[in-house]
């Protein structure tokens, strides 16, 4: 019932910038924290960085200063701008809703396709 779609992935050189983009339901968006995920080959998802209805923000120390969540309200849709990116952020990215934020934060079992980033040296 709840779809979200992730886009803007992609491959950069290592100091370069990618825009991920990820589409919800107005409901969802508009009720809930949103955040993005990461998983690597061989490892855990991990929580990148998450938003609550009122607009506070969180991030991974490993993102800290490099990359930013925002949305668009009018377009029901949350962003993730990552700069200075290193090849170590190689993973597939993923949208989710849930609750709480940082390392209160609970995701929903909703989840998007994912976006592939692939940063190379």
């Known amino acids: 019932q709840v779809q979200l779609v992730e886009s803007g992935g992609g491959l950069v050189q290592a100091g370069g910038s990618l825009r991920l983009s990820c589409a919800a339901s107005e409901t969802i968006f508009r009720t809930n924290t949103m955040a993005w995920y990461r998983q690597a080959p061989g490892k855990q998802r991990e929580l990148v960085a998450d938003?609550?209805?009122?607009?506070?923000?969180n991030y991974a120390d490993s993102v800290k200063g490099r990359f930013t969540i925002s949305r668009d309200n009018a377009k029901n849709t949350v962003y993730l701008q990552m700069n200075s990116l290193k090849p170590e952020d190689t993973a597939v990215y993923y949208c989710?809703?849930?609750?709480?934020?940082?390392?209160?934060?609970?995701?929903?079992?909703?989840w998007g396709q994912g976006t592939q980033v692939t940063v190379s040296s």
């Open positions: 938003f609550t209805p009122f607009g506070n923000t």
């Open positions: 989710n809703a849930g609750r709480g934020s940082g390392s209160s934060y609970r995701p929903y079992d909703y």
